[in-house]
């Protein structure tokens, strides 16, 4: 054993090192906490009738809308509401100079998952150095999805029959033009209360934000057992460069 300790000396010195430097920068790493949650958006099974197309039951129009709406959750209003809504965010940013660099460094924590086919499937993901920061974003993001998928076509519809009314307002009572404003506002009505009915049920969050009591990162025993790994092998490197010059 002894003998092997003399032989290998810096083999076990630079091993040992490298391991105490992986020890180290697993304490004093920042933890890092993972919240996810899961929706689910399943395609209408009832067509609105008159409104039939074939683009409507064309899978890869249904994936395009799916990652539209992917594209869609992270904008300035939303991270302009994290930053206002969530006082730790404030903290975490400060460290960043200027509104770019905080404005990259909050798209860093975020991360949205699309799988498309005949459901759509979101996974959401937040990752912070405070757990209760990492929950509370991903609630925002649930609430941004939920808007893109079911609540903005609410809105949609009030500003059309709005209009509409309008219009029908203008003109003569019992006339052809209020006659076919108020048509319009009957079918509009119908196919919207179809539509969004399946929406509603449609949409269906399969996993509310968690985040685990255990920070997702540093995995400390994988990072010393790394830095042993490299030290292992600069210290063979060192051995073998060393016998090399001796024998030249």
Known sequence: MKNFIQKHLVLIIITLLAGLSGVIYALVSTPQYSAISKVAVFRQKFEVPEHSSEE???????????LSVQSSIVND????????????????L?????????RKALLKMINIQFTGAD????????????KDVSIQINKILLKRLEYLVVTQQQKIFDQVLKELKGKMGN????????????EQM???TFDYTLTQVQREQNFQVTMQPFA???????????????????GFIAGIGCEVLMKSEKTA
């Open 94 to 102: 400060s460290h960043y100079d200027g509104e770019m660099a905080q």
């Open 77 to 92: 209003s939303v991270l302009n509401e994290i930053k206002q809504t969530i006082p730790e965010t404030k903290i975490l």
């Open 171 to 182: 003109a003569i009572p019992k006339s052809e033009n209020y006659l076919y404003f108020q």
């Open 119 to 130: 459901e759509f499937n979101f996974v959401l993901e937040v990752v912070s150095p405070i």
């Open 212 to 230: 685990d009591d255990k920070p997702i990162w540093p995995k400390k025993k994988f990072i010393v057992l790394i830095a042993l790994f490299i």
């Open 56 to 66: 409507a039951r064309n899978r890869w129009v249904w994936i395009r809308d799916g």
């Open 186 to 188: 009957r079918k509009m």
